[in-house]
C-alpha cells in the first residue's frame, strides 16, 4: 500500500537548520506530486512546498521562499525539505503527502496519502 515515512525532525536553535526527508513507497502512478505540509498546535495546517515526480519541477508557498528548499532522490520517492534561518514560529509537526496527478497543489485537502508527521522544535 502506499507509505510515507517523514524523519530528521527535532530540536534546533533559532537561527538554525534542519533537514526532513520523506521517503514513499507504494506509488499507484509514476506521476505525482509530494508535497511538504506543517501544522502548528492552535493552527490550520498549511503548504510549503511540493515537487513534481516527471520533472522536478517545484512550488513553494509565498511566504514559504527563500527558506525552505524541496529537493528529490534521483529515485523519486524520497524528497527532501531543507529549511534555513528557522524561526520559534517554524515550530510544527511537519508531514509528507501525495498527490496523485500532473500538477503540484499546495492545497492539503488535494493530497491523497500522508505521513505520520515529524515534529520540529525551534527553541534555545
Known amino acids: 500500500q502506499v507509505r510515507l515515512v517523514e524523519s530528521g525532525g527535532g530540536l534546533v536553535q533559532p537561527g538554525g537548520s534542519l533537514r526532513l526527508s520523506c521517503q514513499g513507497s507504494g506509488f499507484l502512478s509514476d506521476t505525482y506530486g509530494i508535497g511538504w505540509f506543517r501544522q502548528a498546535p492552535g493552527k490550520e495546517r498549511e503548504g510549503i512546498a511540493c515537487i513534481m515526480s516527471t520533472d522536478g519541477e517545484t512550488r513553494y508557498a509565498d511566504d514559504m521562499k527563500g527558506r525552505f528548499f524541496v529537493s528529490r532522490d534521483g529515485d523519486k520517492l524520497t524528497v527532501q525539505l531543507q529549511m534555513s534561518s528557522l524561526k520559534s514560529e517554524d515550530t510544527a509537526v511537519y508531514y509528507c503527502?501525495?498527490?496523485?496527478?500532473?500538477?503540484?497543489?499546495?492545497?492539503?485537502?488535494?493530497?491523497?496519502?500522508w505521513g505520520q508527521g515529524a515534529q520540529v522544535t525551534v527553541s534555545s
Open positions: 503527502a501525495v498527490h496523485f496527478g500532473s500538477y503540484c497543489p499546495l492545497d492539503s485537502r488535494l493530497f491523497d496519502f
